[in-house]
Nanobody, 124 residues
């Protein structure tokens, strides 16, 4: 199993970025996926989650309306489109995968089975 994030960069406030998470080694289409972030000295927090088929998604309040999570099962890829970026969005961003029951809420770190290594987003 492998999850590899990419797309992180240093940008200015108000700009946009799209993160990608390439999955391999598992039946990606049956997994719900999530994006988390961790700022220096802070706990890792859930940002967004999406259902296995991609038809249902949920976001943490600070990113609602600015971020969009999407899932391309044909490409085994998860995305996070981030618009109107703010300095508070600065963090390492991680993707995560979970099979089985996927509740319609933001899941905790312990509820995901697989994790990527992260990609850094810096907003100044």
């Amino acid at each position: 199993v492998q999850l590899v994030e990419s797309g992180g960069a240093s940008v200015h406030s108000g700009e946009s970025l799209e993160l990608s998470c390439q999955a391999s080694g598992f039946t990606y289409a049956t997994y719900c996926m999530g994006w988390f972030r961790q700022a220096p000295g802070q706990k890792r927090e859930a940002v967004a989650a999406i259902s296995p088929g991609g038809g249902s998604s949920i976001y943490t309040d600070p990113v609602q309306g600015r971020f969009t999570i999407s899932k391309d099962n044909a490409k085994f890829t998860l995305y996070l489109q981030m618009n109107s970026l703010k300095p508070d969005d600065t963090a390492m961003y991680y993707c995560a995968a979970r099979s089985g029951f996927c509740p319609e809420r933001l899941m905790t770190i312990g509820e995901y089975f697989y994790w990527g290594q992260g990609t850094q987003v810096t907003v100044s």
